[in-house]
């Protein structure tokens, strides 16, 4: 074995973990890349930790050795948070999947960071709840609050910022501390949990999530409205916001993406920009809302209203709106998703989308838009072949028009998925000499650099 950080540490490793930490040709592949373009060289070891206390033991050893670890949930990221850009070990979190305590009177539960959001959701249907946030992959609790995750929830319930009551985390040095708790709010010193979460990985590892739950609605209604624009989609949502209309879910799906659910997910909708839209409240509350949303709509050039009562038919929609990557992808076999995100204020989302939309058609790119558009949220599928070095210097460039655009509408290079590796180019401009006092921050945790190097921050000096 070559004398690396990892080499120096396999020893070790291999005695706290046995037959967990793995070393195979195979393992190292699945733990090189998320679900993006974004690729990078594999991992030396993959680390299979079950309990807190054995990430802190693994942390411990591979500081001493100076071994970069690279946190991994279920691969579902979209900007190069899991590449492990120092080789190293790749820290895979799937096996602290427990369900650790639901406290229905109050409105929360605690989990190890292995648990999907999904696995959650099943062990809450019977009691009525349910964890409101809702990303299109079923991603993990840990890797959701370490990305600072979102969804189509968010205009109603929020993002993981919202939904994150406490945390445990394991420090690079191996210590194990908590912060938060399970009150609903707290005066008590700096607020630790808002620094982990949306931290990447780079400051600590999660070890356990504890959340907020919500009742489930009494009634619930969704509805498809279609536009002969984009903008008079974005258009009916921002007035829909102003006008404080409770809209549960509000997503937009281009004509494009309208195409791709068609033919992925058989939605048989007009070929035309849509929204998809949910109601939660009381009967008579939802039927007020939808009538109120149906005259905005009206007012903005919408038609061909399809309402979705039925629980297996809002199912149906849901579930083709979160498999839209994988639609967009299908539009063209064989290509790689280059995806992209960014958020700006709901007043300027119809001329961000529209200049947007003109970008993508200049670039002679495939990229269908989808929406997080109550929030101000949108994304990209960039469709690229991986065998054309030209298309992914194309991307980039419309990428980075999109994100330049974000910043002078007073927005974010991204809502939702995350700085990783791909935005971190994008940082400084966005935030200026914060920057560098996250770099501050990830230097006094993690002096030695060993906890996901290359994502977020600055380089530690």
């Known amino acids: 074995m070559t004398d690396t950080a990892f080499a120096r540490s396999a020893e070790r490793l291999s005695n706290l973990l046995g037959d967990r930490l793995a070393t195979g040709e195979s393992i190292l592949a ?12 594999a991992p030396e070891g993959v680390a299979f930790p079950e309990t807190a206390e054995e990430v802190a033991e693994i942390l411990k050893i591979c500081v001493q050795t100076g071994c970069a670890v690279t946190p991994f949930g279920v691969g579902s990221s979209l900007e190069g948070h899991v590449v492990p850009l120092q080789r190293g070990l790749s820290l895979d979190m799937s096996r602290m999947d427990k369900i ?55 205009v109603r319930y929020g993002t993981m910022r919202e939904t994150v009551l406490a945390l445990q985390v394991a420090l690079a040095d191996g210590r194990l501390i908590r912060t938060g708790g399970r009150a609903r709010k707290s005066s008590a010193g700096y607020d630790l949990t808002r620094l982990f979460v949306g931290s990447e990985g780079t400051l600590g590892v999660i070890t356990e999530v ?15 409205v279609a536009f002969e624009s984009v903008e008079g989609a974005a258009q009916a949502t921002i007035a829909a916001i102003q006008y404080g209309l409770g809209v549960a879910r509000i997503e937009l799906l281009d004509q494009l993406q309208i195409r791709a659910a068609n033919a992925y997910s058989d939605l048989g909708l007009p070929e035309k920009p849509h929204l998809f839209v949910e109601f939660h409240g009381t009967e008579a509350g ?9 005259e905005i709509a009206a007012d903005c050039g919408g038609g061909n209203f399809a309402w979705a009562t039925r629980e297996e038919d809002r199912n149906k929609l849901w579930k083709a709106r979160h498999d839209g990557y994988w ?30 939309r003109a970008d993508i058609d200049a670039s002679g790119l495939i990229a269908p838009i989808v ?70 921050i990830k230097r006094t945790l993690d002096p030695n650099g060993i906890l996901n190097p290359g994502k977020v921050v600055p380089d530690n000096r």
Not at 33 to 41: D, I, L
Not at 286 to 294: D, I, L, S
Not at 388 to 415: D, M, Q, Y
């Open 30 to 41: 699945l733990h090189a890349r998320g679900a993006s373009h974004h690729a990078g060289p």
């Open 100 to 154: 650790l305590a639901i406290h229905p009177d109050d409105l929360d539960a605690v989990v190890q960071p292995g648990v999907t959001r999904e696995q959650l959701n099943a062990d809450l249907r019977d009691q009525g709840l349910m964890f409101a946030v809702d990303p299109g992959a079923n991603a993990t609790l840990g890797g959701m609050a370490a990305t600072r995750a979102s969804g189509t929830n968010a």
């Open 210 to 224: 504890t959340v907020r739950l919500y009742g489930r609605p009494m009634a619930v209604s969704a509805a498809t």
């Open 286 to 294: 939802v039927a007020e809302q939808a009538e109120m949303f149906g």
């Open 327 to 356: 639609a967009a992808k299908a539009l063209r076999p064989g290509a790689e998703g280059f995806v992209t995100d960014a958020c700006v204020p709901i007043s300027a989302l119809a001329e961000c989308i529209a200049a947007t």
């Open 371 to 440: 929406g997080h558009v109550g929030d101000g949220n949108f994304h990209l599928s960039i469709l690229i072949d991986p065998n054309a070095p030209e298309e992914l210097e194309k991307a980039k460039a419309l990428a980075s028009k999109i994100n330049t655009r974000a910043l002078e509408f007073g927005g974010t290079v991204t809502g939702e998925h995350g700085v990783g590796a791909g935005k971190r180019a994008y940082m400084q401009a966005e935030h200026g000499d914060a920057w560098a006092v996250m770099g501050d």
